[in-house]
């Protein structure tokens, strides 16, 4: 069994990355893949780079290339439900795009045309995993399950926002982790998108972001490590 885990920046992965058994680096497409162990168990670590393009792209070659049997995406996101606060965690039910937009063709809004979903359901063990994990780890704050949605653009708008809660009840917004959901499902593979939010997705986003990065990615990690500790084969 093998992970492949998945943060968009160095600061979603670098504590990973400190912390693991490195055995090997790999390089494809530009990007540095580290294999090794990790809490017990085996992974490839990758940061993939921000966006959608990016990040089905990284998450396809784990698959193809180093053959990884599940996929978990750690990192930060902002939030779009009011209740959420910065620090809390989201743990995704399912993902979609939330800039795909097919409906002159009679699509609902989100929906990819020619397939058959609205959305990417993460795995539900690994989902009933990271709640149990983010209870145990959380100090402070909620933990949340719902719906991740993404797109290319950081959402720092209230009106923005808005759209996102009323068009998908969105709980969070981020930019990979549907392109990642989508790769794994078309692959059959189960995956799992975890988010520590780092800003509120409003007028304040930029600062809020550029502050609690760090804290709001070591929460993500130390809800990570809970996982892979626990996940039995």
Known sequence: MIFGIIGAMD???EKIKNEM???KKFVKAKTIFYKGVF???KIVLVRCGIGKVNAAIITQLLISEYEVDIIINTGVAG???EEIEIGDIVVSTDVLEHDFDATSFGYPLGQIPRLEVLGFNADKYLIDLA????EKELEYGSVYKGRIVSGDIFVSSQEMKKKLCDNF???CVEMEGAAIGHTAYINNKPF?????ISDKADGSANDNFNEFVDLASERSVGILKRILKSYKQ
């Open 11 to 13: 600061e979603e992965i």
């Open 21 to 23: 058994e490195i055995e």
């Open 39 to 41: 809490e017990g168990k």
């Open 79 to 81: 939030g779009v439900k």
């Open 131 to 134: 709640i149990n994990s983010s």
């Open 169 to 171: 009840n969105a709980y």
């Open 192 to 196: 799992l998108i975890i988010r520590s």
